[in-house]
């Protein structure tokens, strides 16, 4: 069930500007690409311990929400809060407490799901005992991104991207603590016109879909739906070293 390097590499980062693995590559000089500072000062999430990768750093909320990653926290088991003495560490590297004990036993990508784990679900020494809630099988966001997709497409090619769509894909991002569309990429993106063209907006929406509806059982047919699906399940599974 561990995420795979490709939907960590998809989330945005804190100023709504998008990931590049390549260039966090070329910047990050080898042997300083973990986090040198003390605990609560790399980027925007509390509690970011020294000794993590460099790429979980500075990035926007949806990641720390919905993927476990290595010194990463983790709520769940008693663990409720931001308050240091409540908070578990997960440890994913080879021989470490979460990491590759066994041949089979541990995350083969180096990522575990959030999401989909209730914080309530605890595990002790007399057994599991899960907490049963209702899966939501359609959200309100997914509804606005929808809408945004639709008025996206039913637009003619050279034609203002109508502000409707910006509104209702804002709103989604609004929520999650990110500016919007148009004022990221103007501000942040190496391609600020980007959200001016129906393309290059519903690569937009693509994206905020996979990112905002992760793990909730909708990227399956969003891919079918967009004619993707072939080539993005013929492509090899990736995910850290352990």
Same mark, same amino acid.
């Given at each position: 069930?561990?995420?795979?390097?490709?939907?960590?590499?998809?989330?945005?980062?804190?100023?709504?500007?998008?990931?590049?693995?390549?260039?966090? @590559?070329?910047?990050?000089?080898?042997?300083?690409?973990?986090?040198?500072?003390?605990?609560?000062?790399?980027?925007?999430?509390?509690? @970011?311990?020294?000794?993590?990768?460099?790429?979980?750093?500075?990035?926007?909320?949806?990641?720390?929400?919905?993927?476990?990653?290595?010194?990463?926290?983790?709520?769940?088991?008693?663990?409720?809060?931001?308050?240091?003495?409540?908070?578990?560490?997960?440890?994913?590297?080879?021989?470490?407490?979460?990491?590759?004990?066994?041949?089979?036993?541990?995350?083969?990508?180096?990522?575990?799901?959030?999401?989909?784990?209730?914080?309530?679900?605890?595990?002790?020494?007399?057994?599991?005992?899960?907490?049963?809630?209702?899966?939501?099988?359609?959200? @309100?966001?997914?509804?606005?991104?929808?809408?945004?997709?639709?008025?996206?497409?039913?637009?003619?090619?050279?034609?203002?991207?109508?502000?409707?769509?910006?509104?209702?894909?804002?709103?989604?991002?609004?929520?999650?603590?990110?500016?919007?569309?148009?004022?990221?990429?103007?501000?942040?993106?190496?391609?600020?016109?980007?959200?001016?063209?129906?393309?290059?907006?519903?690569?937009?929406?693509?994206?905020?879909?996979?990112?905002?509806?992760?793990?909730?059982?909708?990227?399956?047919?969003?891919?079918?739906?967009?004619?993707?699906?072939?080539?993005?399940?013929?492509?090899?599974?990736?995910?850290?070293?352990?």
């Amino acid at each position: 069930y561990g995420m795979t390097q490709k939907m960590c590499d998809a989330y945005y980062m804190y100023d709504g500007s998008e990931f590049n693995r390549q260039t966090f @590559l070329d910047t990050c000089q080898v042997g300083n690409r973990f986090v040198t500072k003390k605990e609560g000062e790399a980027g925007t999430y509390p509690h @970011l311990k020294k000794g993590v990768w460099k790429e979980y750093a500075w990035r926007e909320p949806r990641f720390y929400a919905s993927l476990s990653f290595d010194r990463g926290t983790w709520y769940g088991d008693g663990y409720t809060n931001d308050e240091p003495a409540n908070l578990a560490f997960y440890h994913f590297r080879a021989k470490e407490v979460s990491g590759r004990q066994t041949s089979e036993d541990h995350s083969y990508t180096g990522y575990l799901n959030k999401k989909v784990c209730s914080y309530k679900t605890g595990l002790t020494k007399d057994g599991f005992s899960p907490y049963r809630y209702s899966f939501p099988i359609i959200r @309100l966001a997914d509804l606005y991104l929808m809408y945004a997709e639709a008025l996206n497409e039913a637009t003619e090619n050279g034609e203002f991207v109508p502000a409707a769509v910006y509104t209702n894909i804002d709103i989604v991002r609004k929520r999650s603590g990110l500016e919007g569309v148009v004022d990221s990429w103007k501000k942040y993106s190496t391609n600020p016109n980007k959200p001016s063209t129906k393309e290059g907006m519903r690569e937009i929406i693509r994206k905020e879909r996979q990112i905002e509806l992760a793990l909730e059982g909708v990227r399956y047919h969003d891919l079918r739906r967009w004619g993707d699906a072939m080539e993005a399940y013929n492509r090899p599974i990736s995910g850290c070293n352990v």
